[in-house]
């Protein structure tokens, strides 16, 4: 069993930058797919940005390519969303999630941390 923590949420003014943190226990992710999903007021949860086990491969939604970042520190069992040039249709809790099978099927999920960007 693994267990997700996200921190680092707040409220931003628009083109200001947040780095969120989602710290793991019980397990190891050194080995795990990680992904980070958002979910605004009224619309279903998004995908957002993936990382491989190897950190070797990342993906973006289109709409954060070039401003968000992922990274992994294994050392911390960490995973990272770095934000920069934040916009106010980035506002939503963001999650993160683990993909032990690495199949991008995500079993374990964090309870989110709010962002808020203001315009």
């Known amino acids: 069993q693994v267990q997700l923590v996200e921190s680092g949420g707040g409220l931003v003014q628009a083109g200001g930058s947040l780095r969120l943190s989602c710290a793991a226990s019980?397990?190891?992710?050194?080995?795990?797919?990680m992904g980070w999903f958002r979910q605004a007021p009224g619309k279903e949860r998004e995908f957002v940005a993936y990382i491989s086990w190897s950190g070797a491969i990342t993906t973006y939604t289109d709409s954060v390519k070039g401003r968000f970042t992922i990274s992994s520190d294994n050392a911390k069992n960490t995973v990272y969303l770095q934000m920069i040039s934040l916009k106010p249709e980035d506002t939503a809790v963001y999650y993160c999630a683990a993909d032990p099978r690495k199949v991008r099927k995500f079993d374990y999920w964090g309870q989110g941390t709010q962002v808020t960007v203001s315009s």
């Open positions: 019980g397990r190891s992710i050194s080995s795990y797919g």
